[in-house]
């Protein structure tokens, strides 16, 4: 019998991890969950926090940040609105049990994000980030569009920001968007669909293509997938390919995963993938 590709892998992992109750959040909601808007503030900061290092400290970073600053009788972005840059940044980089909500390479940016966030909430949203993802199920791409519109959200941010929100919130029609919604791979993704040989460049727009031309029925579980399978097995250095769900199927993989056994069968020492 022949093994199945790459693309079947994932989609299998996908609903294995569907069942897992430790992976919950690739689940599509049945209902439509509504946030309040101090949980509306934290998940907006929470994915403008989402880069450079864990997701749990950006989320984590988010609530922490609603809890303890820019509190008081206003709107949350009234009062980043009101506060002195020098204090703004102060908060961020210091505010976090005193250590920055943001990572390294956010460090000094992520105070100016903050203080324009604050400006766009209030002139375009009326200071409630539940106006951004407040559309209709045509108009699902919108939320995508929305985030993309502030500075220290990119691409990525804002796929994973209207996913999430589609996906596990059933906002803007929940699972009957499962198929509308396009996928843009974040660097995880994309070593993974480069390694696995689903595209044949690492480079965004050629990892796009790739996944265009599979025409997924729901690009947004391929991409929670594969995401896993990036964050947990396919590290930059030292992938762990031997425990790998796609193993099977991955053209480096298999082809290291020989490489590394024969080595350690002589020498002991395990070996990485460019
Ligand atoms: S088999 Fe190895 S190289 Fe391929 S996706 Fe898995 S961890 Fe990455």
Redesign the pocket.
């Known amino acids: 019998m022949n093994s199945p590709g790459p693309v079947n892998q994932i989609l299998d992992f996908y609903k294995k991890l569907e069942r897992n109750p430790e992976y919950e959040w690739v689940k599509w909601s049945k209902v439509r969950k509504r946030f309040t808007i101090k949980n509306a503030n934290a998940f907006f900061i929470g994915v403008m926090l989402d880069q450079g290092q864990t997701a749990e400290r950006a989320w984590d970073g988010g609530e922490h940040m609603v809890d303890n600053h820019f509190k008081g009788k206003r709107n949350f972005w009234k009062s980043v609105a009101a506060t002195h840059r020098s204090t703004i940044r102060k908060i961020c980089q210091k505010g976090y049990d005193e250590t920055s909500y943001a990572s390294v390479f956010c460090f000094n940016k992520f105070p100016i994000w903050l203080r324009n966030a604050s400006d766009k909430m209030l002139n375009d949203y009326k200071g409630d980030p539940r106006n951004i993802w407040n559309v209709t199920s045509e108009n699902v791409n919108e939320i995508y569009i929305r985030f993309k519109s502030f500075d220290g959200i990119g691409d990525a941010l804002s796929k994973m920001a209207q996913f999430i929100l589609v996906r596990n919130y059933g906002i803007a029609g929940g699972i009957e968007n499962r198929s509308n919604m396009s996928v843009k791979p974040d660097e995880l993704v994309r070593?993974?669909l480069f390694?696995?040989g689903i595209s044949t460049s690492n480079k965004i727009r050629e990892s796009i293509e790739a996944l265009e031309n599979l025409h997924l029925p729901s690009p947004a579980d391929f991409d929670a997938a594969a995401w896993i399978?990036g964050r947990e097995?396919?590290l930059k250095n030292k992938?762990?390919?031997y425990s790998?769900p796609?193993?099977v199927s991955?053209q480096?993989?298999k082809r290291?995963?020989q490489a590394n056994s024969a080595d350690a069968k002589s020498r002991g020492a395990p070996r990485s993938?460019e």
Do not use: E, T, W
Request: hydrophobic share 25%; proline share 5%; with cysteine.
């Open positions: 070593r993974v390694r696995s399978i097995y396919c992938p762990k390919c790998c796609i193993l991955c480096y993989g290291h995963n993938v």
